[in-house]
Structure formats: C-alpha cells, structure tokens
C-alpha cells in the first residue's frame, strides 16, 4: 500500500485551470483519469487524511504511485480528452458501464452496391444506417419479416448474393415476393437503393405519408379493377401496421430524444436508456456500474452521455436527451453534445406531461436492472470469493490469488506446437489479456519442455518490463530479446502484470518445469500448481503427492475452468494454423509477397502452371514485382512439386492446360472453404 503523501506534488506544481489528471500505479499503468476546472484545487480532495476520503477513493490513492496532469484551454476540451482515455487506458478505478450483452441493432448496409437488412452487434461502420438497439435479435427479425412485404430488401449475405447471381436462380425470398432479387437483376441497382431507403424512412418514423400513399395506390388499383394489385396492397398495409404496432406511440408530437434514469445506492448504480424516435420507442438498454469514488447523479448522468455519444454523430445524437438530474456544470457538456450532433441539443429534466411519465417507467425499469444485478452479483460474488479462498488455503498461500494465469500446449503428432496463456482475474476471464505462443526453440513433441519453454518467454518480457531500459538481454546468447513494443504511457502492456498463481495443464513434469523456469529467472513470489486431467489433482512443486480437493469444491471447479479455456483456446489456434498450412499454395512461402499481390500475379497469367512457365521480365511486368520478388517466386515455383496433368475421366484423354483461375473465382472457393 502506497503512501499517497509520498508522490503527492507541491501545491506550486499544480496550475489553477482546467485540464485532465490521470493516477498510474508502480507499473506505471493508468488506474484513474478524471478532468476538473481547476487542478489545483481538484488535486487537493485526493491528499487529505484518508480517514475522510470515499473508501473506493481511499483504494484509489493508496494503489497508485504518481499522479500527472494536462492542461487544456476549456471545460469542453477537458470532457474530451477525459473521455479519450478512459476508453484508450481503460483505467481500473473509473466509472465503466457493463453492458450484460451486446444489443443488437437493425442495420441497413446503405455503404453497398445492393443494400442489405442484417442484425448487427458491436461497433457501428460507416455508411451503414442503424435503428434500435433492441433487446432480442428475434424482435429484429420478427419486424424485418413484417416489413419485407411492403419493402422487398435483400437479407442475404454475400456468399449466397453471388451464388444466386452466378446459377441465375434466386432463393426462396425471392420467389415467395419478400425479396426483389436483385441478384438476377428482376430490378436495378437504383430500384433497389430506392427500397432500402424507403425502408429506413419507415424505420426512421416517417410512416404516416407511406401508409397514406399505399391506400392511395390501393384505392387506384381497385378502381382500375386490377383486384389482385389492390390486394397485395391490402395487405402491405397490413404488415405495416402490425410492424407499428410493435412499437407503441408513447409522445404524441413525434418527438426525437433518449431518456436516461438511475437506480443507485451507495456501491453501485443501473442506468436505463429508452431511445425514442417518431415518437415511438425504437430500441432500450441499461448498464451497471460500481461507484468507484464519491459521485453525484449529475456525474453518473455524465458519464452514461460520454459512454452514450462519445463515438457518435449527426442525427445519432438526438435533439432532445431528458435526464433525471443535471451534469455541473451543465454548459460544457451541453457545447460538446451540441458539437457532436452539429446542431443544437437539449439536454434538461422533464417536469410534466408526456414525457415525465415516460421518465418514471424508465426510472422503474432500471430499479428492476439494479436489484436483479444485485441478487445476481451477490450469488456469484460470494461463489467467486469461496473459490479463491479455497485455493488459497489448498496451496497455502500467503493470500488469495486475485490474478491467476493458465497455461496449455497443443499439437498434432508433434505439428504445429502451440501453447495458450489465459487470464482470471476476480475468478472471471479477462480475455484482453489472454496470448498465444508458437514453440519456436526446437521441433517435435515435448510437453515438458514447450512448457519451460513458455513460461521463461512469458516471465522474461514481465521482467523486462520491469528495467528501467525496457530491455532484457538473453543470457544464452547476449542479444536482446524481441519484446515487442513497450508503452510507456500506460496503456495495457502484453506481459508487464505479474500474476500470484500459475496453473499448468498437466502434472509433476509439467509443474517442475514450469517452476524450473521461474527459479531460473530469479522469480520466488509466484505460486505455481498443475491441474492433472485424469483425477482431477492439483500438483505442487517439490510434493510427491497431490493435493486432493474435493468433488464439490468451488476451488476445484474454478481451476478446471481455468484449466478448460486454456485448453480451448490452445487448441483452437493449433487449429487455426494447421488449416492455413493445408490450404497454404507455393506462392505462400515466398518473403513479403503479401495476399494482394498473389492474385494479381494468379490473374495476370491466368493459372500457377503458366506463371511457373514465365520468365523473370514477364513477371516483373506485372504490377507492383520487382525483379527481386519475381526471382524469388520463380525459386519457390521450382522448389514445389507441380500438380500432376488433368484428365478428362469419360475419355481418358491427357489435358494439355490447366483451367485458368481467375483472382475472383479463387477468391470465391477460399470463401466456400471457410
């Protein structure tokens, strides 16, 4: 535990403006960012008696080792760069928003020849137009199969867009008239740009007029005596309506604007969000937070519009965002969400009518989101710790081990040997953290030594971190090690957080070398144990008998999943590398020949046979090869075994060329093989 007096600045350090201020620990990782109005006097609340501070902000200061600032011209700025590194630093101390899945969105791929309707999740792409979020994927398609009739937009992915378009036959939505099949050009590509469109205009509210001019067509129709027109019509309208239907009018003057309500107590707080658009309800989402320091509703309501539109603009940024109580100040926070939208925003609390209604049934559903996260958190929060404590006390360790570190290898027959390094931390998987290694020391198959192996690379590039060159010289052979860059401003390093316990798949062999390599490298205050598969012990180093756990242990069953993602996602990147080596073509082994530059030499000759025929100056004419790249794709053509000759199996007859492979049709059958 630090002491905050001990890196404290002096008050003459410390400039009276505006600006952004950022907490590192001792290894100099960013564990809080947090902007004032004045430095100075911000600065001054973290060094006072710790008695008197928040016990989150007493943990804070007390965990940190040096504390540095910024100064900026405005308060806008400042909410600008704040939020800047919170997303690039992800800092352990900040407010963070944990959403309890990825919502999905209704997406219309505008950015495309042939516009496309697809759930989509994750984050948003450019020239894509988005609706929602929702809270099921099956609401989205249930809508989408509604809308298809009046508006027959492609769904189809790309794979099955150009099968479509190369048999001239198109799918089932295309011959049951929920799709217009652009694939088989039944319509333009501008026809099918005007659907689409159509189809967001109806999603973006504007349902009125396009309702009105269908029953117009309709009454046409029928007048016309064109009978079955009028009732595919009909029932168009149909379809429309139940479609509006699933979204109830909830403002009736069509109103574009996101409410945003709370749900705290003195730990943790749940944010619920209903986007509102055309006066309707088009999409809902809620997060939870810890309250890591002492903060105000306004400050949470800050940080829900910074986590709300920190990456948005236009008219993803509404004109109107009710809120159930005011940033301080509110100005700057106003500007920067008037500067996001790029047109004026109103951002205040709702006082009666419509909308303050709407506000309180916002307000219940995240009370809901609160206890439900509390009755959840509690259950696992209690199962976690009994875990961590039970391993804690199996291995006799000093305390419990809040960051544990499992390591696998996998191979096939001795091929393609990998190893995986997974990362738990408060007994949940932190996946950012998780790494690979290919075993680049000798061939064949030795678990035992893969595993020295991984552990001494791993644990090299921790202590490298730790010099203060950012170096670490490999004693076996003098050189300096490839470490990989070496951030110096906090970001999250691959190697730089030493865990308290390694776990190792395996047993006695695996554990002694695992250990070997720490002693090796001088590393006395890491715990190692093996989970062996066969009955489930978990061996120690220097013991000639396990240590049993029992059954229903709840250390026992976190180290198997410990034990189990490591070994998936071994497994999955051996894998991964062994289909690449099957699929890999003599062009692969050619140095800095990258993927584009492969099909333009496949399609400029047409097929690997005829470019292993050309000469040097002919494959220097191609675009982008030089006389370099072209000797050494001549070298690699040589050195591979050529296919033997096609024959045609009805005559027996010897063909005397290869058929041509052109870029695209490759392209096409690497995408079949995946």
């Known amino acids: 535990m630090a002491d905050p007096s001990s ?281 939870v937070t810890d309250k890591v320091e002492a903060v105000t509703s306004g400050d949470l309501v800050e940080h829900a519009l910074q986590q709300l539109y920190g990456e948005e603009s236009g008219d993803a940024v509404p004109k109107e965002v009710l809120v159930p109580a005011l940033p301080d100040p509110i100005e700057p926070v106003q500007e920067w969400l008037t500067e996001r939208r790029g047109a004026s925003v109103s951002l205040r609390i709702p006082q009666r009518g419509d909308k303050k209604a709407l506000m309180e049934t916002v307000a219940r559903n995240a009370q809901q989101s609160l206890v439900l996260h509390k009755t959840k958190r509690a259950s696992d929060l209690t199962t976690r710790s009994r875990a961590l404590e039970e391993i804690a006390a199996a291995l006799e360790l000093d305390s419990v081990p809040l960051r544990v570190e499992c390591y696998d290898i996998s191979h096939l027959q001795g091929d393609d040997v990998v190893a995986s390094m997974v990362v738990f931390e408060d007994g949940l998987a932190r996946k950012s953290e998780y790494r690979r290694f290919q075993i680049k020391g000798f061939e064949g198959q030795d678990d035992v030594r893969s595993m020295h192996e991984v552990i001494t690379r791993r644990f090299k590039r921790y202590l490298a971190e730790k010099e203060k060159t950012g170096e670490w010289v490999d004693e076996e052979t003098g050189e300096i090690a490839d470490l990989g860059p070496t951030e110096e401003d906090g970001r999250p390093k691959r190697f730089a957080y030493p865990p308290q316990l390694v776990v190792v798949d395996g047993g006695q062999p695996q554990v002694a070398a695992a250990q070997r390599a720490l002693d090796e490298l001088g590393i006395d205050d890491i715990a190692v144990c093996g989970l062996a598969k066969r009955l489930e012990e978990v061996w120690v180093p220097g013991e000639d008998d396990p240590v049993i756990l029992p059954r229903t242990s709840e250390g026992l069953y976190l180290l198997q999943r410990v034990r189990d993602e490591a070994h998936r996602f071994a497994i999955t990147y051996q894998r991964n590398k062994r289909s690449k080596r099957f699929r890999a073509g003599p062009l692969d082994a050619v140095p800095g020949l990258g993927e584009a530059r492969k099909q333009t030499l496949i399609k400029h000759f047409g097929s690997v046979k005829r470019l292993r025929s050309a000469t040097i100056d002919q494959i220097c004419e191609v675009p982008g090869v030089g006389r370099k790249t072209a000797e050494a794709v001549l070298a690699a053509l040589a050195g591979a075994v050529p296919a033997g000759p096609a024959v045609n199996t009805a005559t027996g007859e010897i063909m005397e060329e290869e058929e041509p492979v052109t870029a695209g049709a490759s392209e096409e059958r690497r995408g079949q093989e995946t």
């Open 7 to 287: 890196y404290r600045p002096k008050p003459g350090q410390i400039p009276d403006a505006p600006g952004v201020y950022k907490f590192r620990d001792e290894h100099r990782r960013v564990i809080y960012v947090g902007k004032a109005k004045s430095l100075r006097q911000r600065l001054a609340n973290y060094f006072q008696d710790l008695a008197g501070l928040h016990p989150r902000t007493r943990s804070m200061v007390t965990t940190a080792a040096s504390v540095e600032w910024t100064v900026v011209t405005n308060e806008v700025e400042a909410l600008q760069l704040e939020y800047t590194w919170i997303k690039e630093f992800d800092p352990r101390f900040n407010v963070k928003y944990r959403d309890d899945k990825s919502y999905p969105y209704l997406a219309v791929t505008m950015n495309e020849q042939f516009p496309r309707v697809q759930v989509m999740r994750g984050a948003k792409k450019k020239g894509v137009r988005y609706f929602g979020p929702y809270g099921h994927a099956w609401a989205i398609r249930d809508t989408v199969d509604l809308l298809l009739r009046a508006f027959p937009v492609r769904t189809c992915s790309a794979g099955v867009f150009k099968n479509a378009a190369r048999t001239g036959r198109p799918c089932l939505l295309g011959y049951i008239g929920k799709c217009s099949a652009p694939c088989v050009e039944r319509v333009t590509a501008d026809a099918h740009r005007e659907l689409a469109e159509d189809f967001c205009d109806f999603m973006a509210g504007r349902t009125g007029t396009y309702i009105r001019r269908l029953e117009r067509q309709m009454a046409d129709a029928a007048e016309e005596m064109e009978y079955e027109r009028a009732a595919r019509l009909r029932d168009d309208i149909e379809a429309l309506r139940k479609a509006m239907e699933k979204s109830a009018v909830v403002l009736a003057d069509a109103t574009d604007a996101d409410l945003i309500a709370l749900a705290e107590d003195e730990l943790e707080a749940a944010v619920q969000i209903f986007h509102v658009r055309g006066g309707r309800v088009r999409g809902q989402r809620g997060w």
